[in-house]
């Protein structure tokens, strides 16, 4: 039996990028917590298979298209939310893209559209949603950032970096904005989770795996399905306290020293 500081009954949650991966993973983990959810992701066929699969565990969902970099589009999908829902309890901002390159080519377009997906549209996202929790005097955000936005990735990753750096920023001055009247604001910091993605980018490029895995202490990459109790625990009264925090979801990424290694580890010397 589950502890009711869990519990999500009679809560609802708006997830974005629920399509697929962590965000699905996520919605999936609301409902079965016992939220109501509104999936919204770009692409909507995938948003409808996971809106079927809650519904499948007596959950209402509705999954709407949603593409994040476009305002419009994230306002009108929480006036859909006040029409068929009448609540907002929980926010989980996962949608959004990247791109990589050498930043001495880079156009400058290239980093104001990552900053569009991954910075604007969450502040857009936790703005609507911000107005109308603090409206009830409760709710809990969720951003997501990535280890990439604490420390350097490398490899090209500037405007993500870069862009999960503001995320992380955006979620401290947040939840120091809002604390007061009821609404907590937090972050997760995923490293490198399994998904389709990855799993292509690992079968071209074999070596890149073992790059991954050196700076993961525990030896492999994080499941999708894992981003489920960190999530539960931030949209939950179990974290009633808890405000303005970044909590790696790193298997021990960001603990290591950049030098460091650990028994079993592809670069470990001996």
Same mark, same amino acid.
Request: negative net charge; proline residues 6%.
């Given at each position: 039996m589950s502890h009711p500081l869990f519990s999500l009954a009679g809560k609802v949650a708006l997830v974005s990028g629920a399509a697929s991966g962590m965000g699905r993973q996520m919605a999936i983990g609301f409902a079965e917590a016992g939220a109501d959810?509104?999936?919204?992701? $770009?692409?909507?066929?995938?948003?409808e298979r996971t809106s079927a699969d809650i519904t499948a565990l007596g959950r209402r969902a509705m999954a709407v298209k949603c593409d994040v970099s476009n305002v419009a589009q994230i306002r009108s999908t929480?006036?859909?939310?006040?029409?068929?829902?009448?609540? $907002?309890?929980?926010? *989980?901002?996962?949608?959004?893209?990247?791109?990589? *390159?050498?930043?001495?080519?880079?156009? /400058?377009? @290239? @980093?104001?559209?990552?900053?569009?997906?991954? /910075?604007?549209?969450?502040?857009?996202?936790?703005?609507?949603?911000g107005r109308r929790m603090?409206?009830?005097?409760?709710?809990? $955000?969720?951003?997501?950032?990535?280890?990439?936005?604490?420390?350097?990735?490398?490899?090209?990753?500037?405007?993500?970096?870069?862009?999960?750096?503001? @995320? $992380?920023?955006?979620?401290?001055?947040?939840?120091?904005?809002?604390?007061?009247?009821?609404?907590? /604001?937090?972050?997760?910091?995923?490293?490198?989770?399994w998904n389709d993605g990855l799993r292509a980018r690992v079968k071209t490029t074999p070596a /890149?795996?073992?790059?991954?895995? *050196?700076?993961?202490?525990?030896?492999?990459?994080?499941?999708?399905?894992?981003?489920?109790?960190?999530?539960i625990f931030l949209a939950s009264e179990a974290s009633s306290f808890v405000t303005g925090m970044a909590l790696p979801m790193d298997g021990g990424n960001l603990a290591m020293n950049a030098g460091g290694t650990y028994p079993g580890s592809p670069r470990a010397s001996g």
């Open positions: 959810v509104l999936l919204a992701d $770009i692409n909507l066929p995938g948003a929480f006036e859909l939310l006040d029409k068929e829902f009448g609540r $907002i309890d929980v926010l *989980g901002n996962v949608a959004g893209e990247g791109k990589t *390159g050498p930043p001495e080519e880079m156009p /400058v377009e @290239v @980093v104001q559209q990552v900053f569009q997906n991954l /910075v604007f549209g969450r502040f857009v996202m936790c703005q609507e949603g603090l409206q009830q005097g409760r709710g809990s $955000i969720i951003n997501f950032g990535s280890i990439g936005g604490w420390n350097s990735l490398g490899r090209g990753h500037m405007p993500y970096g870069m862009s999960m750096a503001a @995320v $992380i920023q955006m979620t401290r001055e947040l939840s120091t904005q809002w604390a007061a009247r009821g609404v907590r /604001v937090n972050c997760i910091l995923p490293a490198q989770v /890149v795996l073992d790059t991954f895995l *050196g700076g993961i202490p525990m030896g492999r990459l994080g499941e999708p399905e894992e981003i489920k109790g960190p999530a």
